[in-house]
């Protein structure tokens, strides 16, 4: 169980990145998302519920694993909380692109809750600032393609 722990909390191995590995998590949530996109909305949020229950027990078990509260490696809440970001959105690159920035931009400045959910306990605290940091990017991403749509 450790191991397919580990897998799905690395998000196959993308989290072992040299470099920037919540960028290649993140990389690996648009990946899905434009794979999953076609099915419809629906499918896409189910995914995302899926992905961030599993990535909650997945997380826990790698922190035993890696001996860190909050390991590296673990990048699986970049994945669903890239979901959450590009969730309800087109799936054309002019999208896929400003919600990978924005959710990049969020989930490194942490605007309140977003910093305050990581004290969370365990998986959950793995998980959460990302899934707050991708509703705040979904929100960004709809205000700027409804207000300002010839920008875009």
Not at 110 to 118: D, F, R, S, T, Y
Request: overall charge negative.
């Amino acid at each position: 169980m450790s191991r397919l722990a580990t897998m799905l909390a690395t998000s196959g191995g993308a989290g072992y990145a040299p470099i920037a590995p919540g960028t290649a998590g993140s990389a690996v949530g648009v990946l899905v998302f434009a794979l999953i996109a076609p099915q419809g909305t629906a499918v896409v949020a189910l995914a995302t519920v899926a992905i961030a229950v599993a990535g909650i027990w997945a997380a826990e078990r790698a922190m035993a694993v890696f001996n860190s509260k909050d390991p590296g490696p673990v990048v699986i809440d970049e994945v669903a909380g890239q979901l959450v970001t590009l969730c309800g959105h087109g799936g054309d690159w002019v999208t896929l692109v400003a919600g990978f920035l924005v959710f990049r931009l969020f989930d490194i400045v942490k605007p309140w809750p977003v910093g305050a959910l990581e004290a969370l306990p365990g998986g959950v605290g793995i998980m959460a600032d990302d899934l707050m940091a991708g509703v705040y990017a979904s929100l960004t991403l709809y205000l700027c393609f409804s207000v300002l749509p010839g920008m875009f």
